[in-house]
């Protein structure tokens, strides 16, 4: 079975996808918007909270308490797989702005093993409520069976992490 294939039965359905902005052969953008019941850096430290909201079915190691995030420029979104013995640098960190937006270079999941290239730009805006997170996640480079097949799949993980991100965050006490 081919990796493309093999990305299908693996992420099965998702919620409602946001958008696919645009799509190519050799190329893919995917933005996401979530309303957070929080404050800016709340919103912020919510996001950065991986391992809290990650789905674990889209983790190397089966358990999204094996993620991290390092909120620093260089920092890793890193994943220890401690049955394998090792791990997976899904991210860096490459500009952060607490409270209002950080920047992650990387290709996630099996875009890793392709020669591409990302950059997952998330940006946090005051709004009445709370807040509106934004990501917006751009993949350039040679994929396999190309990039516009994958930017569907691609945007409904995203979606479901969002909503994931949307549930942890009104599961938790307002303080």
Same mark, same amino acid.
């Given at each position: 079975m081919n990796r493309f294939a093999a990305l299908i039965l @693996? @992420?099965?359905? =998702?919620?409602?996808a946001a958008e696919v902005v645009s799509a190519s052969p050799n190329g893919l953008e995917i933005r996401q918007t979530v309303d957070l019941t929080l404050q800016p850096n709340g919103a912020y430290r919510a996001f950065t909270s991986v391992s809290s909201w990650w789905d674990p079915a889209h983790t190397y190691s089966g358990? =999204?308490?094996n993620l991290s995030l390092n909120p620093v420029p260089g920092g890793c979104f890193?994943?220890?797989?401690p049955k394998a013995g090792g791990g997976v640098e899904h991210m860096r960190v490459a500009y952060v702005e607490p409270g209002k937006r950080i920047v992650l270079t990387g290709s996630l999941g099996p875009l890793l093993y392709e020669a591409t290239t990302g950059v997952m730009?998330?940006?946090i805006k005051s709004t009445a409520?709370?807040?509106q997170l934004t990501l917006n996640y751009k993949v350039a480079g040679f994929a396999k069976g190309g990039a516009d097949k994958l930017a569907p799949i691609v945007d409904r993980v995203l979606g479901t992490q969002m909503s994931r991100l949307r549930a942890?965050? =009104?599961?938790?006490?307002k303080t």
């Open positions: @693996l @992420l099965g359905p =998702a919620p409602a358990d =999204a308490n890193c994943e220890r797989n730009d998330v940006q409520t709370g807040t942890y965050v =009104a599961s938790r006490p």
